[in-house]
């Protein structure tokens, strides 16, 4: 796909990048029937061909409408066209510097503006958001039933791990902020599980939110200022030695792997920024090369259905490493269908757009529960929430099935 840049747009790098990076499309088309919203609507401008095609006319015409942001909008930003495209079309790089070039063509009305602004803030805030679940606990019972069940239950931690042995190794894990205000168990299992290995965990207490979600909601300055403060968070673990970033959240991790693409251009953090890109992984990555033989568990729990997250598959590129982590551990998976089809969660997705979020949600809980596990597990924080809150089975994260010292 050829564009001819707008007069105004032809010095801005972002249209520029834009024009590179839409030579790959060949408008085939195999993205369409593995792209959920297209399939949810069967429109073709909520398809990635289609928003390849209002991004073009943008830059373009160096114009863009409503209606333009509403179907990119509309976008899971889960990848599975980039895993299908037969041309490695970079679409999730594309789709990012349309929103942000959209969102300055037709600025939003004022309460959609402050909307995103109060989500930005809040959720990215992590003691604004464990004070805004203290509270929303309290008030459960007074809430609808279809608000109630997004407020995530407060489980216990556990007890910090209990040294086997010297540690060997030492790994940073990302705290974040979702998954830290909302289950702290997940990076507490994490700890007891590799510390059995002599992996020890350790913490940066200035790091925070990995910037995703201000990145994804067209606040680059906002998100580039979190990647920076994690980078100096970080730097002094890395250069005593720590091997390697990990993330118990698919998602985040992936916005970790994308550290230096998106600070390339910044000399005072740009190689800092690819070298925590290269040092960053997910959970799955670790636990993968240890000998799981060595721990004493219980894997009598029934089936239990694993949900691969899209930032796990497409982003991360690792599809199958959780079902692989659990079968040799010795549990039963139950079977289930369209792994590649994302769960409707995609971050603030669901609480932006509700309607294809909770329908995405329903096809993927049947396609999970049709052998009637008795458990469901993800790999990543907003996954784990969004199908918690419906009808169905428990869902963990898969690391609280290998935490010996866990009652499932």
Same mark, same amino acid.
């Given at each position: 796909m050829h $564009? #001819?840049?707008?007069n105004?747009l032809?010095?801005?790098?972002?249209?520029?990048?834009?024009q590179?990076?839409t030579?790959?499309?060949?408008?085939c088309g195999?993205?369409?029937e593995t792209?959920?919203?297209y399939?949810?609507?069967?429109?073709?401008?909520?398809?990635?061909?289609?928003?390849i095609y209002l991004?073009k006319?943008?830059?373009?015409e160096?114009?863009?409408?409503?209606?333009?942001?509403?179907?990119?909008d509309r976008?899971l930003?889960?990848?599975?066209?980039?895993?299908t495209c037969?041309s490695?079309?970079?679409y999730?790089e594309?789709l990012? $510097?349309g929103r942000?070039?959209a969102e300055q063509a037709?600025?939003r009305?004022?309460?959609?503006r402050?909307l995103?602004?109060l989500l930005?803030?809040?959720?990215?805030?992590?003691?604004?958001?464990?004070?805004?679940l203290?509270v929303?606990?309290v008030?459960r019972?007074?809430?609808?039933?279809?608000?109630?069940?997004?407020?995530?239950?407060?489980k216990?931690?556990? #007890?910090?791990p209990?040294?086997?042995?010297? +540690?060997?190794?030492?790994m940073?894990v990302l705290? @974040?902020c979702?998954?830290?205000?909302?289950?702290?168990?997940?990076?507490a299992?994490?700890?007891r599980?590799?510390d059995r290995f002599?992996i020890?965990?350790?913490?940066?207490?200035k790091a925070?939110?990995c910037g995703a979600?201000?990145?994804?909601l067209?606040?680059p300055g906002?998100?580039?200022? #979190?990647?920076?403060?994690? $980078?100096?968070?970080?730097?002094p673990l890395?250069?005593?030695?720590a #091997?390697?970033?990990?993330?118990?959240?698919s998602?985040? @991790?992936a916005m970790l792997t994308?550290?230096?693409r998106l600070?390339?251009?910044?000399p005072?953090?740009?190689?800092?920024? +690819?070298?925590?890109a290269?040092l960053?992984c997910?959970l799955?990555?670790?636990i993968?090369t240890?000998?799981?033989e060595?721990?004493?568990?219980?894997?009598?729990?029934?089936k239990?259905?694993?949900h691969?997250?899209?930032t796990?598959?497409?982003?991360?590129?690792?599809?199958d490493?959780v079902?692989?982590?659990?079968?040799?551990?010795?549990?039963?998976?139950a079977?289930t269908?369209d792994?590649?089809?994302?769960c409707g969660s995609a971050?603030?997705?669901s609480?932006l757009q509700k309607?294809i979020?909770?329908?995405l949600r329903?096809?993927?809980?049947?396609?999970?529960?049709?052998d009637?596990p008795?458990?469901i597990?993800s790999?990543?924080i907003g996954c784990q929430?969004?199908?918690h809150?419906?009808?169905?089975?428990?869902?963990?994260?898969w690391?609280?099935?290998?935490?010996?010292? +866990?009652?499932?």
């Open positions: $564009i #001819e840049l707008h105004t032809t010095d801005d790098p972002r249209a520029r990048q834009a590179q990076l030579r790959a499309c060949v408008h195999f993205c369409l792209c959920p919203t399939l949810d609507q069967r429109d073709e401008r909520d398809s990635p061909r289609g928003r991004i006319q943008l830059m373009q160096g114009e863009a409408s409503s209606s333009t942001l509403q179907h990119l976008c930003t889960c990848r599975s066209c980039e895993t037969p490695g079309m970079r999730g594309l990012d $510097i942000e070039m037709a600025p009305p004022l309460h959609q402050l995103r602004w930005r803030k809040t959720i990215t805030t992590r003691p604004l958001l464990e004070t805004g203290a929303a606990r008030l019972p007074m809430l609808p039933a279809t608000l109630a069940t997004r407020i995530p239950v407060k216990a931690s556990g #007890e910090p209990v040294r086997q042995a010297a +540690a060997t190794r030492t940073i705290d @974040g979702v998954q830290a205000a909302a289950t702290p168990q997940t990076n299992a994490a700890r599980v590799l002599g020890e965990l350790v913490s940066a207490r925070g939110c979600l201000n990145h994804h067209s606040a906002d998100a580039r200022g #979190e990647l920076r403060r994690n $980078i100096d968070a970080w730097w890395i250069e005593n030695g #091997e390697a970033i990990i993330s118990s959240a998602g985040c @991790g994308d550290y230096g600070l390339a251009d910044d005072a953090y740009a190689t800092k920024a +690819a070298r925590v290269a960053s997910d799955a990555q670790v993968s240890l000998p799981l060595q721990l004493s568990l219980n894997t009598a729990v029934g239990v259905a694993v691969t997250p899209c796990l598959q497409h982003a991360l590129g690792q599809p490493t079902e692989t982590i659990l079968r040799q551990a010795g549990f039963e998976l079977d269908r792994q590649h089809l994302c971050g603030s997705y609480l309607d979020s909770a329908r329903e096809k993927k809980l049947d396609a999970l529960t049709a009637k008795a458990l597990v790999a990543n929430l969004h199908l809150s419906a009808d169905g089975p428990p869902v963990l994260h690391i609280e099935l290998l935490d010996p010292s +866990a009652n499932h």
